[in-house]
């Protein structure tokens, strides 16, 4: 590859994070340096639809929640734009390096950038699923273009909690107690759903839906009433739910980044403004603290790393990611939560701050990514 790389930054989608997507996309292309990168926005609407030219950012934006949006950003209902929606496919040729969408005539096609255009990497910036769980990395599989992230195994794993925690424990790593609820089981048989939980774990509980991220979906139960309204909750966003344990803990995260040889930052900690880290104190509240670097042990400190690389390698992860750890305040005992493949990405979230105090900076951070993404073995 020579002369400047054209990125291709996927941005939007289908899930609940839809909006948390604009405003990481917004700042990966803020910050991506001009003089190296050709910055080629694709945008793809809560419906699935996919936009090109013009500006997507801002024509998903005017339809965004304003309460997830920085202040300032200007919005636009251009109608010239939304008009530029089309329905993709994958290019036919596999290691095309481009998107593509028919024309009425079905033996004729044209690239959805332009006629003959090539992409080098992709960046998509997806969270949740349609984006984050494997789906769209299993496009760019089928396009042959390089993009940043976990492939398609460790997107799918780590998106689904359920698959996660039996990867971890198939790797003896350290979890709370939980269990997996079917919503059709939950439906039918609600009282000895609700039977075997409270046998099995103690009050307080979390629920959460298997396959969601930025805390949707998830609530605290604290009774059986809790954990009714709790089930139904998640229930709305997945037809497989988990159940864990809740325990007196901080929330200890880390930053990983490699292919192959894998590098940690410093941890940090997060101190949320409500009983607990939902989705009000990631994004809305504004008060939650962060620590970086966390106030923990030495020992503490190395064990997060060993054991995030590990968690790391138990998905099979490449390129990125952010290992969540709850240590117990009363034991001192330190157990895995999640490994989140694509997390929020802008110079203020923990994924960027932690390698901002580590000595890499948000620019030199996209840097590396792409970098990552174009030698990733196959």
């Known amino acids: 590859m020579t002369g400047k790389l054209r990125i291709g930054v996927i941005f939007g989608g289908q899930s609940g994070e839809h909006e948390v997507s604009l405003v990481s996309a917004r700042a990966v292309m803020e910050n991506l340096n001009r003089e190296h990168y050709e910055v080629v926005p694709i945008g793809i609407t809560k419906q699935g639809r996919w936009l090109a030219g013009g500006d997507p950012l801002a024509t998903l934006t ?15 209902s251009d109608s010239d734009l939304v008009a530029q929606i089309a329905d993709l496919e994958s290019s036919g040729s596999p290691g095309s390096r481009t998107l593509v969408r028919p024309t009425q005539n079905a033996h004729t096609e044209f690239s959805l950038l332009a006629p003959g255009s090539t992409l080098d990497v992709i960046f998509p910036v997806l969270h949740g699923p349609m984006g ?9 599989e089928l396009t042959g273009i390089p993009y940043v992230g976990c492939g398609v195994l460790a997107a ?7 698959m996660m925690k039996a990867a971890f424990a198939a790797a003896d790593l350290p979890l709370v107690p939980w269990l997996m609820v079917q919503r059709s089981e939950f439906k039918r048989e609600t009282g000895a759903v609700l039977n075997r939980i409270e046998t099995t774990l103690h009050y307080p509980m979390f629920v ?7 805390s949707v979906g998830i609530s605290k139960a604290k009774d059986r009433a809790g954990l009714i309204a709790g089930l139904h909750e998640a229930a709305r966003y997945d037809r497989r739910i988990i159940v864990e344990q809740g325990i007196s803990a ?22 949320p403004s409500n009983e607990w880290y939902d989705y009000e104190a990631k994004y809305l509240a504004g008060k939650s603290q962060v620590i970086i670097p ?18 790391f390698g138990a998905i099979d992860g490449a390129g990125l990611a952010r290992v969540d750890f ?3 305040k009363d034991t001192g005992a330190l157990y895995i939560n999640e490994v989140n493949t694509m997390p929020g990405f802008t110079p203020i979230s923990m994924y ?17 990514l792409i970098a990552l993404a174009v030698e990733r073995p196959g």
């Open 250 to 271: 901080r929330e200890i995260e880390i930053s990983v980044l490699g292919n192959e040889q894998i590098e940690c930052s410093v941890p940090g900690e997060v101190v």
């Open 352 to 368: 960027s701050q932690m390698w901002a105090a580590s000595g890499v900076s948000y620019p030199e951070l996209l840097d590396r």
């Open 294 to 311: 966390a106030q923990i042990p030495p020992e503490i400190a190395t064990q997060v790393a060993v054991l995030a690389v590990q968690a």
């Open 132 to 140: 984050e769980d494997g789906t769209m990395q299993g496009l760019l």
């Open 156 to 162: 799918a794993v780590g998106m689904d909690k359920g």
């Open 208 to 214: 959460k839906p298997a396959n969601m991220g930025s």
């Open 62 to 76: 005017a339809e965004a929640d304003p309460a997830l949006l920085p202040s300032g950003v200007e919005t636009t």
């Open 326 to 328: 709850l240590l117990d």
